[in-house]
């Protein structure tokens, strides 16, 4: 994958209020390139394995109810220095704190419906995107 490729999760209550097309706008017009995309609905033991980094967190049972509680759109992007360029477009974790224009200034409500997952590194982007797609699943 070599730097160029980040993983998003689109968060349940950012799909509820009907804000796939709107954050998939600003992803696309920074740059972004959807290399794999896929509307699907995560169990709570998928949920809890996709997050097994945070398994030992307080957080974790609400975290893995919250992911578990209805769709989330999954994908792969493409761009030069994705993880970072991602991450700094998404903007802090906490809303509260995150950066103006960023897509969790805009679409989230709190830490935990934060509007967005993205990947925190290369390595765990390659193991996040095989989470959900396979080889024949990216083009
Ligand atoms: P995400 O980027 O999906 O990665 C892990 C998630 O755990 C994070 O976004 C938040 O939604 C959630 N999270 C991280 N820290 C906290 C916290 N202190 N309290 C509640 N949720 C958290």
Do not use: C, W
């Amino acid at each position: 994958m070599s730097g160029n490729q980040t993983f998003t999760m689109i968060k349940p209550e950012t799909v509820s209020k009907n804000n796939i097309g709107p954050v998939l706008k600003v992803i696309n017009e920074a740059g972004f390139r959807i290399k794999a995309m896929k509307y699907t609905h995560l169990n709570k033991k998928q949920a809890g394995e996709f997050y097994a980094v945070h398994a030992d967190k307080s957080f974790y049972e609400d975290l893995t109810s919250f992911m578990s509680s209805g769709p989330i759109v999954a994908a792969i992007l493409e761009k030069e220095n994705a993880v970072a360029d991602f991450r700094e477009l998404i903007g802090s974790t906490d809303p509260v704190k995150a950066a103006e224009g960023t897509i969790r200034k805009l679409f989230a409500e709190s830490m935990s419906r934060n509007a967005v997952h993205g990947s925190d590194s290369d390595e765990n982007a390659i193991i996040e995107s095989d989470f959900f797609f396979s080889k024949t699943e990216r083009y």
